[in-house]
């Protein structure tokens, strides 16, 4: 299964904008990228997918590149509830996910 | 909606014993499985389903049973428990749809095996 690659953490400040990379390089055509992000104490949540154009939805956007070997999920307007560890997740079959280490987002306020 | 609920919250168990974390869902989701998370890390599949009847190996399977007799259960069985199995146990669940893609996860159960 194709890995992911993210930081380890990253830092922002409230009320401004987030761009939280993730490295895919052997992903496969039939691979989509998903992020999902867990609160302290509890399990994951889902934030947003993607396979080949850029997303938006009420949460967070999706920017992915051409060659589909890297994506950015953005958080417009970082808040203290989105302090959480972020994961980007590559799989064709939404039941199976293998998680990496994720990046732990820190919001000052 | 309820959507997944894990039972228990939290379990210490003796080297040796057994257990089943249960797993129940109420959003008619074909696809539910099992992961673990030990501390620091992400969550690790254990097993996994893709229909009533129907289930398969995920990463870490070794030591644990599954089975998916209905579409709302998939309980998870520790035959004998053993430290190494210390960690949180999420449940999830899905369709397999672009449209509705999105996974659901309990709040986790808490292991402790002493």
């Known amino acids: 299964d194709a890995k992911t690659t993210q930081p380890n953490s990253m830092e922002s400040n409230e009320e401004e904008p987030v761009h939280l990379p993730c490295n895919h390089s052997?992903?496969?055509?039939?691979?989509?990228i998903h992020w999902y992000r867990q609160l302290p104490s509890q399990g994951p949540e889902y934030v947003i997918h993607?396979?080949?154009s850029n997303v938006n939805n009420r949460m967070a956007s999706l920017a992915i590149a051409e060659d589909r070997k890297s994506s950015t999920l953005i958080l417009h307007r970082a808040t203290l509830r989105d302090a959480a560890v972020y994961y980007c997740?590559?799989?064709?079959?939404?039941?199976?996910?293998?998680f990496g280490s994720g990046t732990k987002l820190n919001v000052k306020p | 909606n309820a959507g997944v609920t894990q039972t228990p919250k939290f379990q210490v168990l003796k080297t040796g014993q057994s257990m089943t974390l249960q797993c129940a869902q109420d959003?008619?989701?074909?696809?539910m499985s099992w992961y673990r998370q030990d501390p620091g890390m992400g969550l690790r599949l254990i097993h996994y389903?893709?229909?009533?009847?129907?289930?398969d190996q995920g990463e870490v399977p070794n030591g644990y049973n599954v089975s998916r007799s209905t579409t709302e259960d998939f309980p998870l069985r520790l035959l004998s428990a053993a430290p190494s199995q210390t960690s949180v146990y999420f449940c999830?669940?899905?369709?397999?749809?672009?449209?509705?893609?999105?996974?659901?996860f309990g709040q986790g159960t808490r292991l402790t095996v002493v």
């Open positions: 999830a669940s899905s369709y397999q749809d672009s449209m509705n893609t999105e996974a659901f």
């Open positions: 052997t992903i496969s055509g039939t691979d989509y």
């Open positions: 993607g396979l080949t």
């Open positions: 997740i590559l799989s064709y079959n939404f039941n199976k996910f293998y």
């Open positions: 959003m008619n989701h074909e696809y």
């Open positions: 389903s893709v229909g009533a009847g129907i289930t």
